[in-house]
T-cell receptor, first 111, second 121 residues
Framework: SQQGEEDPQALSIQEGENATMNCSYK?????LQWYRQNSGRGLVHLIL?????REKHSGRLRVTLDTSKKSSSLLITASRAADTASYFC???????????FGTGTRLTIIP | DARVTQTPRHKVTEMGQEVTMRCQPI?????VFWYRQTMMQGLELLAY????????DSGMPKDRFSAEMPDATLATLKIQPSEPRDSAVYFC???????????????????FGQGTRLTVV
């Protein structure tokens, strides 16, 4: 079963705009991670945020975490055509780090 | 350039045949995950190992699937007998779990292989 659920399922924006994706999860977590998957490829780790952190930045990526609402958001600023991919959140549980993934958001950047 | 290597990349087999998928994790990683990805179910965790010991294989159909780590450089996922509903992309991922006293493992970033696309006809 899925631990996380991304919203929206699909998102299309113009190049240069910002893209925001959300993730909701069900149980207590140790950390939340975001991954990207290009068509036909494996997943690539983007960023990890711990349960005691509220916000984290990495280049054009900004991740927020609200443990009271069991939700996270991924913001990609100044989007590029190369950002077209599916984005997944994954949660790690305390103690065993069993990584379970959400359903993903399909992001399309229109040149 | 450390990476997770999966073989084969593609496999077409007839229903009832045995299928073996192999994974070479990144040297030094202590955690190995097996995932299955389909359009309908998304990414499902089948099993994962820490230091070659299976920690959780509850996501795996026990009657036909088996996962092992014969040594630290090889993880295998076997399906016997295979069925058409097993058609999917199977991903192996490895990571280095960090441990903190009293808290167990945390912050394991997973490095994925390119996957094995399995088609059972």
């Amino acid at each position: 079963s899925q631990q996380g659920e991304e919203d929206p399922q699909a998102l299309s924006i113009q190049e240069g705009e910002n893209a925001t994706m959300n993730c909701s999860y069900k149980t207590s977590i140790n950390n939340l991670q975001w991954y990207r998957q290009n068509s036909g490829r494996g997943l690539v780790h983007l960023i990890l945020i711990r349960s005691n952190e509220r916000e984290k930045h990495s280049g054009r990526l900004r991740v927020t975490l609200d443990t009271s609402k069991k939700s996270s958001s991924l913001l990609i600023t100044a989007s590029r055509a190369a950002d077209t991919a599916s984005y997944f959140c994954a949660t790690g549980n305390f103690g065993n780090e069993k990584l379970t993934f959400g359903t993903g958001t399909r992001l399309t950047i229109i040149p | 350039d450390a990476r997770v290597t999966q073989t084969p990349r593609h496999k077409v087999t007839e229903m009832g045949q045995e299928v073996t998928m192999r994974c070479q994790p990144i040297l030094g990683h202590n955690t190995v995950f097996w995932y299955r990805q389909t359009m309908m179910q998304g990414l499902e965790l089948l099993a994962y190992f820490r230091n070659r010991a299976p920690l959780d294989d509850s996501g795996m159909p026990k009657d036909r699937f088996s996962a092992e780590m014969p040594d630290a450089t090889l993880a295998t996922l076997k399906i016997q007998p295979s069925e058409p509903r097993d058609s999917a992309v199977y991903f192996c991922a490895s990571g280095l779990a960090q441990f903190e006293l009293g808290q167990g493992a945390r912050d394991t970033e997973a490095f994925f292989g390119q996957g094995t696309r399995l088609t059972v006809v």
